[in-house]
C-alpha cells in the first residue's frame, strides 16, 4: 500500500519565488492535515481538510501560504512570496476519518524540506 | 503556548534494557493522547495511542500509561533493540488537532 505521498522531498528557492507543495493522501482517507516543522516551534498544524473542505486554516502564519484541495486525492501548499522564514520541514499527513478525530490516526508523509535563500 | 511538553530532550539506553519517555500536558480537554516515532529524512510514524478512560495501553513492546490526575503519560519500550534509535514526539487531541511535544532523541547503545 502507497503511504502518504509528497512532492518534491526538498526545495530551495530564493526569497520572493512561489513555491508549491503536493500531497497524495492515502486513497480512501477523508481527512488532509498540513503541518510544518521547526526547530523553534516543533510541529504545528497549519490547516486541514475533512472531505476536500477547509475546515481549520488558523494555523496558516499569515496571507501568504495558502492551500487548496480540489479533489481527494490532491492537495497544495502554495507560499507566495516566499521568504526566509518559511525554510522548515513541510508535512502533509492523512486520516481514515469522516469527522476529524484524531482517534483514527494520522498518518504523515515524509515531508518536504524547504530551503529559502 | 506549549501545551505539551517532552522535558528531556535526549535519552541515551543499552540494548535490552527499558527505555521511559516522559511527557507533560496542561489542557484538561485533551481525551486522546498518541505516541509517533521518527526517523531521519521521514515523516513521524504512529506508535502507540490512549484514551482517557484507561491507564494503561500495551503492544507488543510498548507500554503506555497515562496518569490524568497528574497531567502525565509515559512511554515504555522494553527491551530496547537498536531499531528504536529516533526521536519520539507525544501528542495529545481533544479533536481533530495534534498538540505535538518537542520530541525526545532515543539512542540505543550496542
Redesign the interface.
Known amino acids: 500500500d502507497a503511504g502518504v505521498i509528497q512532492s518534491p522531498r526538498h526545495e530551495v528557492t530564493e526569497m520572493g519565488q512561489e513555491v508549491t507543495l503536493r500531497c497524495k493522501p492515502i486513497s480512501g482517507h477523508n481527512s488532509l492535515f498540513w503541518y510544518r516543522q521547526t526547530m523553534m516551534r516543533g510541529l504545528e498544524l497549519l490547516i486541514y481538510f475533512n472531505n476536500n473542505v477547509p475546515i481549520d486554516d488558523s494555523g496558516m502564519p499569515e496571507d501568504r501560504f495558502s492551500a487548496k484541495m480540489p479533489n481527494a486525492s490532491f492537495s497544495t501548499l502554495k507560499i507566495q512570496p516566499s521568504e526566509p522564514r518559511d525554510s522548515a520541514v513541510y508535512f502533509c499527513a492523512s486520516s481514515p476519518s469522516t469527522s476529524g478525530r484524531a482517534k483514527e490516526t494520522q498518518y504523515f508523509g515524509p515531508g518536504t524540506r524547504l530551503l529559502v535563500l | 503556548d506549549q501545551q505539551v511538553k517532552q522535558n528531556s530532550p535526549s535519552l541515551s539506553v543499552q540494548e535490552g534494557r527499558i527505555s521511559i519517555l516522559n511527557c507533560d500536558y496542561t489542557n484538561s480537554m485533551f481525551d486522546?493522547f498518541?505516541w509517533?516515532k521518527k526517523y531521519p529524512?521521514?515523516?513521524?510514524?504512529?506508535l502507540i495511542?490512549i484514551?482517557s478512560i484507561k491507564d494503561k495501553n500495551e503492544d507488543g513492546r510498548f507500554t503506555v500509561f497515562l496518569n490524568k490526575s497528574a497531567k502525565h503519560l509515559s512511554l515504555h519500550i522494553v527491551p530496547s533493540q537498536p531499531g528504536d534509535s529516533a526521536v519520539y514526539?507525544c501528542?495529545a487531541?481533544s479533536?481533530?488537532?495534534?498538540s505535538?511535544?518537542?520530541?525526545t532523541t532515543v539512542t540505543v547503545r550496542a
Open positions: 486522546y498518541l509517533y529524512a521521514e515523516g513521524p510514524t504512529f495511542s484514551s514526539f501528542a487531541t479533536d481533530y488537532k495534534l505535538f511535544g518537542a520530541g
